[in-house]
């Protein structure tokens, strides 16, 4: 009896199987990601902004009027030292002249927070809405 031998042709065959080392690779890349990006998600809020029509008119520089505090809490409207009474008294007296009147705050950058909010709602009591912040571009 003769033995047939079996060459190299019939010995290979086409691979059925997938390699799943990629696939884990991938796998794990993905989890990695969506495990940092999850915490920061959970901080979000989701806010409608709101949208308007009509476009804001430029502001007139003779109707801005400029309200600065410093570290110590010194207010001054137009650069004379004020209190708090003061001002809401004068920003009212500037309101009735002037109804389109606008103010620009110009925090100090160390101030509490608590302490532009405050000064903020007397610019309110004044029943002033063109209330701006003035910052400065950070430099890198």
């Keep these: 009896m003769r033995r047939r031998r079996h060459s190299q042709r019939h010995a290979l065959s086409t ?11 991938l796998a794990f890349v993905l989890l990695i990601i969506f495990m940092i990006t999850t915490p920061l998600l959970e901080n979000s809020f989701n806010l409608a902004i709101p949208t308007s029509s009509t476009t804001s008119a430029a502001v007139d520089p003779s109707k801005v009027q400029t309200v600065s505090i410093d570290r110590e809490s010194l207010v001054r409207f137009n650069n004379e030292p004020v209190d708090a009474a003061t001002l809401t008294t004068r920003l009212t007296e500037v309101k009735r002249a002037n109804p389109d009147v606008a103010v620009v705050i110009r925090p100090d950058r160390e101030l509490p927070v608590q302490t532009l909010v405050t000064l903020m709602e007397a610019v309110q009591r004044a029943e002033i809405t063109k209330i701006g912040v003035a910052t400065q571009a950070e430099t890198r």
């Design 15 to 25: 691979l059925s199987e997938i390699n799943v080392t990629p696939l884990l690779d």
